[in-house]
């Protein structure tokens, strides 16, 4: 188990400047968004969950709080999971999808917090805490499988990187996914109760 712990931290450390470009990157995009480069990309979005809003109104007529709960804590677990092992495999096809998804993710935050005011990033912070580690671990991963993909054909370690980025994945990432999901599954369901 110590050893387990050793090598986690030394492949986490091993990650470091995949995971310093990630987070830059994604601060870009954030600030970005919140200029609003991206305003017509997004503006859609909104709507889009506006009208998805709407149906949870009608699901929370229809069913107790905790379905409502289960509902939510599988969707968004689902979806995170399935959003980082996308960004550990594509890592694969040269980094573009974990480099788009940064910069898609990060644009969408920043637009938001200028349409809804800065509250978006006090909503994100109770989940966002175990949440956003996970995702930037998954694109700091599917950035370090690019970049091996890119190395010479006798130098090459995919599988060896590939099993060390799953391992971490199943040991790590999805850890902090189930606790976020959790978190903003607990949020989701007071803010429907309690809130007009």
């Given at each position: 188990?110590?050893?387990?712990?050793?090598?986690?931290?030394?492949?986490?450390f091993s990650l470091r400047y995949y995971?310093?470009?990630?987070?830059?990157?994604?601060?870009?995009?954030?600030?970005?968004?919140?200029?609003?480069?991206f305003s017509e990309l997004f503006s859609?979005?909104?709507?889009?969950?506006?009208?998805?809003?709407?149906?949870?109104?009608?699901?929370?007529?229809?069913?107790?709080?905790?379905?409502?709960?289960?509902?939510?804590?599988?969707?968004?677990?689902?979806?995170?999971?399935?959003?980082?092992?996308?960004?550990?495999?594509?890592?694969?096809?040269?980094?573009?999808?974990?480099?788009?998804?940064?910069?898609?993710?990060?644009?969408?935050?920043?637009?938001?917090a200028h349409e809804e005011g800065l509250?978006?990033?006090?909503?994100?912070?109770?989940?966002?805490?175990?949440?956003?580690?996970?995702?930037?671990?998954?694109?700091?991963?599917?950035?370090?499988?690019?970049?091996?993909?890119?190395?010479?054909?006798?130098?090459?370690?995919?599988?060896?990187?590939?099993?060390?980025?799953?391992?971490?994945?199943?040991?790590?990432?999805?850890?902090?996914?189930?606790?976020?999901?959790?978190?903003?599954?607990?949020?989701?369901?007071?803010?429907?109760?309690?809130?007009?």
């Open positions: 188990m110590a050893e387990d712990v050793v090598s986690l931290r030394g492949y986490l995971l310093l470009f990630v987070c830059i990157l994604f601060a870009a995009a954030v600030g970005m968004g919140y200029l609003e480069f859609e979005s909104l709507a889009w969950l506006q009208q998805l809003s709407e149906g949870i109104e009608d699901l929370t007529e229809r069913y107790p709080s905790w379905v409502l709960f289960l509902l939510f804590f599988v969707v968004i677990f689902l979806n995170n999971a399935f959003t980082c092992v996308l960004n550990i495999l594509t890592g694969l096809l040269l980094g573009i999808f974990p480099i788009f998804s940064t910069l898609l993710n990060g644009g969408l935050l920043g637009w938001l509250i978006v990033f006090l909503a994100i912070v109770p989940h966002g805490m175990f949440e956003l580690p996970a995702y930037f671990i998954s694109l700091a991963i599917g950035l370090r499988l690019a970049r091996e993909a890119l190395r010479p054909k006798g130098s090459r370690q995919l599988k060896v990187e590939l099993g060390e980025g799953l391992r971490v994945y199943l040991r790590l990432i999805l850890p902090l996914l189930f606790v976020a999901a959790l978190v903003e599954s607990v949020l989701i369901v007071i803010g429907i109760l309690f809130m007009p």
